[in-house]
């Protein structure tokens, strides 16, 4: 079964795949964050400088979308097959969509991204697979917020607007498997 709160059509499509979409009343319609709240930094950077990323072509009012992994997640081991094979991969927002990796090292993401013939801008987050980073992990609040109380919250799919100055989000759908 699936949860998918404010779904639109990119976020049906990654539902679809997995079974029925169900949507219920969420416990929040929209939630803003900006990049430092959410913990994420583009592959291969300093931690410490948490400058957004770039994509060409990105500005304020843009809708961009955010698949949060981690490579050892069964979920996401299945999903993100499924969903190139689907073609969602070429369909999720087009130059608009990161590939989050959450409580794994970042080779560990850029490896489990070029397994799967991923070539979207990768993101790192939390870098260890502990109790302690799993209640720390940034994103944990946006999953709350929807209504998400998987435990490690893997894989979710989110998708914004980028605010005018472009250094934060209005996120309006997060969708998960259950």
Same mark, same amino acid.
């Given at each position: ?16 795949r ?10 929040m319609?929209?939630y803003?964050?900006?990049w430092?709240?959410?913990g ?8 410490? #400088?948490? &400058?957004?990323?770039? /994509? %060409? +072509? ?9 698949l949060?992994? !981690?490579?050892?997640?069964p ?11 689907? #073609?969602? &991969?070429?369909?999720? /927002? %087009? +130059? ?6 959450e409580?794994?090292?970042?080779? !560990? ?16 987050g ?11 992990a ?6 709350r ?8 919250g ?18 309006d759908?997060?969708?998960w498997?259950?």
């Amino acid at each position: 079964m699936l949860a998918g709160l404010s779904c639109n059509c990119a976020a049906s499509f990654f539902l679809a795949r997995r079974g029925q979409i169900v949507q219920e009343p969420a416990p929040m319609q929209h939630y803003e964050l900006s990049w430092a709240q959410l913990g994420w930094w583009p592959f291969g950077s300093d931690r410490a #400088g948490r &400058a957004p990323p770039s /994509l %060409p +072509g990105i500005h304020p009012g843009d809708r961009v979308a955010f698949l949060v992994v !981690a490579p050892w997640c069964p979920d996401c081991q299945e999903l993100v097959p499924a969903m190139i094979l689907d #073609g969602f &991969a070429e369909q999720a /927002l %087009p +130059g608009k969509t990161w590939l989050v990796g959450e409580f794994a090292p970042e080779r !560990a993401v850029a490896e489990f991204a070029r397994e799967r013939e991923l070539h979207w801008p990768l993101l790192c987050g939390t870098q260890e697979k502990t109790e302690i980073a799993r209640m720390e992990a940034r994103f944990a609040s946006v999953r709350r917020a929807f209504g998400d109380t998987r435990y490690w919250g893997l894989p979710t799919y989110i998708e914004a607007v980028v605010q005018p100055g472009g250094s934060s989000f209005l996120i309006d759908t997060v969708t998960w498997p259950e």
